[in-house]
Structures are given as C-alpha cells and as structure tokens.
C-alpha cells in the first residue's frame, strides 16, 4: 500500500486546524496539525512533510517565516487568511507561496487547490522517462 501524502497545517486556530485536518484526511492525506511555527519547524526536520496549508498569522511568526522554512525542500506553502486583499496576496504568491485561500475555508476551494498542488508534487516525481536523460538515474 502507498504511504499517503504527508500535510502540515499550521493554525493558530484550533478549530480550523482541526477542520482542515479533517478535510484533508477525507481526500486521503495524512494531515498533522500544530499551532505555532516553532513546532512546524521541528516537525519538518523530523517528518517528510510534502505539503504546507499555514494561517498568514501565527502566535509566533507568519506564513513569511514558515516559506522560508519550506523553500529549501521545496515544499508547497498554501496561505489562509481571514484578510483577503491584494496586496496580502501578492506578498504571498511574489515570497513563494503555492496559494491563497480565504477563511473559513470553502470544501470545494480546499479539495480544488489540493488536487492542483498534488498533481504538481506528482509531476515533479517523475523522471523524465523515454528522453534519453540518464540524470535521474540512480544517484
């Protein structure tokens, strides 16, 4: 049996990790939810984590700090915010993020930017298989 895809969420709201945990595990996912980016960061050098849902806002940083974290493995980040402008938008999409979704979370919304992130990991896992590329080959 395949090992599920690993989600992080990272919400300083109790309830909406919970209900994005939720979700996300419906889809099929392994979701570990935490409150503060102090524990995502111990989590993600201990865990294969594949993707990121975080709060713009948390306790003890925001989603800047969590992209940071994330860039390296490039991991993707999605941000939830109860303030949806542009300006925070784009701050989000130009510092890296996957995406932006609102708060409270729409199912529909969620299970659509998870399946697109998803597709993108999967593509990503690909070797470039018939092209005569040997550079994925056993390293």
């Not at 996912?29 to 948390?58: E, G, M, P, W, Y």
């Not at 390296?72 to 701050?91: C, F, G, K, M, N």
């Given at each position: 049996?395949?090992?599920?895809?690993?989600?992080?969420?990272?919400s300083?709201e109790?309830e909406?990790?919970?209900?994005?945990?939720?979700l996300?595990?419906a889809r099929?996912?392994d979701?570990i939810?935490?409150?503060?980016l102090?524990d995502?960061?111990?989590?993600?050098?201990?865990k294969?984590?594949?993707?990121i849902?975080c709060?713009?806002?948390?306790?003890?940083?925001?989603?800047?700090e969590?992209?940071?974290?994330?860039?390296p493995?490039q991991?993707?980040v999605i941000?939830a915010?109860?303030?949806?402008?542009?300006?925070?938008?784009?701050?989000?999409?130009?510092?890296?993020a996957?995406?932006?979704?609102?708060?409270p979370f729409r199912?529909?919304e969620?299970?659509q930017?998870?399946?697109?992130a998803v597709?993108?990991?999967a593509a990503r896992a690909?070797?470039?298989?018939g092209?005569g590329?040997?550079?994925?080959?056993?390293?």
């Amino acid at each position: 049996m395949p090992r599920r895809l690993r989600v992080l969420v990272v919400s300083s709201e109790p309830e909406n990790g919970r209900a994005l945990g939720t979700l996300l595990a419906a889809r099929g996912l392994d979701a570990i939810v935490t409150a503060t980016l102090a524990d995502a960061r111990d989590l993600l050098s201990q865990k294969t984590i594949r993707l990121i849902f975080c709060d713009a806002q948390l306790a003890d940083g925001s989603f800047r700090e969590l992209l940071a974290l994330a860039e390296p493995q490039q991991i993707p980040v999605i941000v939830a915010s109860r303030l949806v402008d542009t300006p925070h938008y784009l701050e989000a999409m130009q510092l890296g993020a996957f995406d932006f979704v609102g708060m409270p979370f729409r199912r529909g919304e969620v299970e659509q930017i998870v399946a697109s992130a998803v597709r993108q990991l999967a593509a990503r896992a690909k070797p470039s298989a018939g092209r005569g590329d040997l550079s994925a080959s056993h390293a």
